[in-house]
């Protein structure tokens, strides 16, 4: 948990009604504890009881504090009392445990029952959905904060941030090399060319039979009509650890190399600091000796990430 807040109402128009400024200097506080920015969190989970009096207040109060930076896409508003109903004391606890199963998926449950919205909920000119139906986040993680407020006039707010580890969109996780055997394994027989009565002159487009075949690469092509073609890799690629220098190509520099130096003290170990642009983004290459076509990270041809929130400078290491 990046960072939790609570404070006191004080004294407002009664011992039940909400205190809109109040509900705001413990999210700001929340924020400046994890560090993080209004742009930065992908869903907000509201305590949200579904009075006329109280909810006006709590979306008045979060948006005054969302509305300040411009977002590259729009808040997901949710609560966990439409699955639920109210807790009670137990409601600020189920609404953090409902935020830590979103950002564990990258992805925002919905309101379910949501017919219509309070009318005077104002969130003009807010990038804000209130979710009928799920939505995953548009990066491979997530952040979110949930606020649960007493009778009694106590707020509290708290902030979950988490990589999406369920999921078979993590592309961090995703075992390539099982899928490629699982396809291999699915493929059609392979074909068998006899070109003559000899079984040693015998060739096919599948496995290798040779019995000297150990230290040898091969690479395998599946076909769309499901046929596997196994060849043989004559030149291996070179070993990474053989390359003396390392760069990084990427959106922030053109695709031009970017020099990566050995940090002192550590050898083996490269780096370089970017400065991410406005997006918040960057896509990005780590390079062997300048080489576009020695890629040893990441394994896909490009990758983003969700910038470190603690500044405009990302490491890649």
């Not at 700001?28 to 920015?37: D, H, T, V």
């Not at 060739?203 to 091969?218: C, F, H, M, Q, R």
Request: glycine share 10%; net charge negative; proline share 7%.
């Amino acid at each position: 948990m990046p960072a939790s807040q609570a404070n006191q109402d004080g004294r407002s128009a009664s011992i039940t009604a909400p205190n809109g400024p109040s509900q705001e200097r413990c999210i700001r506080a929340c924020f400046r504890e994890a560090k993080y920015q209004p742009a930065e969190v992908d869903c907000f989970e509201t305590h949200g009881t579904g009075t006329a009096l109280g909810d006006p207040i709590e979306v008045g109060a979060f948006k005054r504090i969302y509305a300040q930076s411009q977002r590259a896409h729009p808040l997901m508003v949710t609560s966990s009392k439409t699955n639920l109903g109210h807790l009670e004391g137990g409601a600020g606890m189920a609404g953090f445990i409902k935020c830590i199963l979103q950002v564990m998926r990258c992805e925002a449950s919905p309101n379910i029952h949501l017919r219509e919205r309070n009318p005077h909920l104002d969130v003009e000119g807010f990038p804000t959905q209130f979710l009928s139906e799920g939505l995953v986040t548009h990066y491979n993680t997530a952040v979110t904060g949930v606020s649960s407020f007493g009778f009694g006039g106590t707020n509290a707010h708290a902030m979950a941030f988490g990589q999406n580890c369920v999921t078979a969109r993590d592309v961090t996780k995703k075992d390539f090399r099982g899928l490629m055997l699982q396809k291999i394994m699915q493929a059609l027989p392979p074909d068998v060319f006899k070109h003559s009565l000899d079984p040693e002159e015998w060739e096919t487009n599948g496995a290798p039979l040779s019995e000297d075949k150990i230290g040898k690469v091969y690479e395998v092509e599946v076909d769309a009509s499901g046929a596997a073609v196994w060849r043989e890799v004559v030149d291996t690629p070179p070993d990474p650890k053989a390359h003396k220098r390392f760069g990084l190509a990427g959106s922030f520099n053109g695709w031009s190399c970017t020099q990566m130096a050995e940090l002192p003290g550590l050898p083996g170990l490269f780096a370089a600091e970017i400065t991410v642009g406005e997006s918040g983004e960057e896509y990005f290459h780590v390079l062997g000796d300048e080489d576009t076509s020695q890629v040893y990270y990441p394994a896909q041809p490009r990758s983003r990430r969700k910038v470190d929130p603690a500044g405009s400078h990302t490491r890649f290491i």
